[in-house]
C-alpha cells in the first residue's frame, strides 16, 4: 500500500526532473499577467542563448512576435477571440532549443481585455540526450552506437547491419546496458536516455 504522502513526494520529485512548461499569460498588449518559476529558467535560457541584441526587455523577441501574431490572427479573423489553433516556433541556440506554443485563452471577446497563454517547453535533441546518457551511465562507444539506434526504433537485426556486428553482440550490449541503466525493457532504455 502506498500512502498518498509517498505518492506525493513522487510526483513532485518526478515534475522537478522533468522541469515541466513554463507557463506565461500576457495582455494583447504583450504585458505579463502571470509568469511561472519554470518560464523565468526558460527565458532567462532563451536571452542567454540568443544573440545579445534579440531582445528589448524580459520577454525574449521570439514570446513578444509570437503575443502579437496570435492577436493580429483573431483580429483578422472575426470579435471572438481564443477560436484559432496555436502557433508553435522553436527559439533559443542549438544546444538547448526551446519550443514556444501560443495561443489565444477562449471565451473572451476582444473588448473584454482578452489575454494570451503561452507555454514554452525545453527541446532536448536525441543526439544531445543520448550523448549525455552516455556519460550519466559510463557507457561504451559502442553501447553509446546501440543507444542511438535503440532511440530510432531500430531491431537488433537492423542494429547489427548498420554497426557490422553480429545479433548475439548487439544482445549483449543491450544487456550491460539495461545492467548499467536498472531498465529491463528496451523501451525502458529509451525512455531513460530521451527523459530521464
Given at each position: 500500500m502506498v500512502l498518498q504522502e509517498e505518492y506525493s513526494v513522487k510526483v513532485t520529485d518526478l515534475?522537478?526532473?522533468?522541469?515541466?512548461?513554463?507557463?506565461l499569460i500576457l495582455t494583447t498588449n504583450g504585458h505579463v499577467q502571470y509568469m511561472n518559476r519554470r518560464s523565468w529558467e526558460l527565458i532567462r535560457l532563451i536571452n542567454e542563448s540568443s544573440s545579445p541584441h534579440t531582445s528589448h526587455g524580459l520577454l525574449p523577441d521570439a514570446v513578444t512576435d509570437m503575443c502579437h501574431h496570435i492577436v493580429e490572427r483573431q483580429q483578422e479573423s472575426d470579435d471572438t477571440f481564443g477560436e484559432e489553433a496555436e502557433i508553435r516556433s522553436i527559439t533559443g541556440g542549438p544546444l538547448y532549443p526551446v519550443l514556444i506554443r501560443g495561443m489565444a485563452l477562449?471565451?473572451?471577446?476582444?473588448?473584454?481585455?482578452?489575454?494570451?497563454?503561452?507555454?514554452?517547453?525545453?527541446?532536448?535533441?536525441?543526439?544531445?540526450?543520448?550523448?549525455?546518457?552516455?556519460?550519466?551511465?559510463q557507457l561504451t562507444d559502442r553501447e553509446h552506437d546501440v543507444v542511438e539506434c535503440l532511440a530510432k526504433g531500430w531491431t537488433n537485426k537492423e542494429i547489427a547491419a548498420e554497426l557490422g556486428i553480429t545479433e548475439p553482440t548487439i544482445k549483449a550490449h543491450i544487456r550491460n546496458i539495461m545492467n548499467k541503466t536498472k531498465c529491463s525493457t528496451r523501451t525502458g532504455i529509451v525512455a531513460q536516455v530521451l527523459h530521464g
Open positions: 515534475a522537478d526532473r522533468r522541469g515541466g512548461p513554463g507557463i477562449p471565451g473572451q471577446a476582444l473588448k473584454d481585455d482578452p489575454r494570451v497563454l503561452i507555454l514554452m517547453e525545453t527541446v532536448i535533441r536525441r543526439e544531445t540526450a543520448t550523448l549525455h546518457a552516455k556519460e550519466r551511465f
